[in-house]
């Protein structure tokens, strides 16, 4: 038995949606889940964060109405639902990390067109705690955003935007709570200010909490522009 076949008898890949062992001839998904596959986002969309919209005269969902964003611009590429949702979960709590392979390849390539009419000069992956990280043994966002990097050449940098405080989780916060929880979170170095566009990517987009965050620290540093690009994303009002 070669190397390669004794690692797939000893940890068998599994399918990026229903978790059951792939056949030889399967690659990330089964036969069945392939047909689950579900369809990218189209209009009407938020022309500001994304968000799916429930009608067509509509430019901009209540959140970006009520307050601008500090991001350029951003795209959620799917829904936050099964199977997209599953996934992700084991990614981020079940140590399924070749599931992140997956969907980052998932994201460059439905997320293409955006990225090229953004045109970032650096990819920089939302951060997470330390502790956490050490937990999980990886960030879900990083793991999404070098497959995004390498597909596009694009550079990535984990070392200019940090996470200095483990916070509490967002599903858990109302909205005014999910901002303050924000505020502090984050720590943006100086150096990030010599990109003009940058390409922030995270898994999931709800509230725009983070991005708004992140985005504000960088603005402040002198980046001109920020887009972000998420996996999921949240329904719009």
Known sequence: ???????????????????????????????????RMPKPIGEPNCKKCGKPLLRE???????????????TRAKGLFLYEDPLKESLMGLKFRERKEYGIFLGRLM?????????????????????????KSVRGYNQAEVLAREISRGFSIPLRTDLVLRKKSTKAQKELSRKERKKNMERAFVVKKEAGMY?????????????????AIAGKLKAVGVKNVYVLTLCIGKGI
């Open 196 to 212: 003009r566009d940058i390409l922030l990517v995270d898994d999931i987009y709800t509230t725009g909490s983070t991005a708004n």
């Open 1 to 35: 038995m070669n190397s390669k076949k004794l690692l797939d008898w000893l940890y068998p890949r599994r399918c990026a949606f229903c978790d059951e062992v792939l056949g030889s001839m399967e690659k990330y998904l089964c036969h069945s889940c392939r047909r």
């Open 57 to 71: 005269e509509q430019e901009y969902c209540y959140d970006c109405n009520r307050q601008e964003p500090s991001f």
């Open 108 to 132: 460059g390539l439905y997320g293409a067109d955006f990225i090229r009419q953004v045109h970032p000069q650096v990819i920089f992956p939302v951060p997470i705690h330390r502790k956490k």
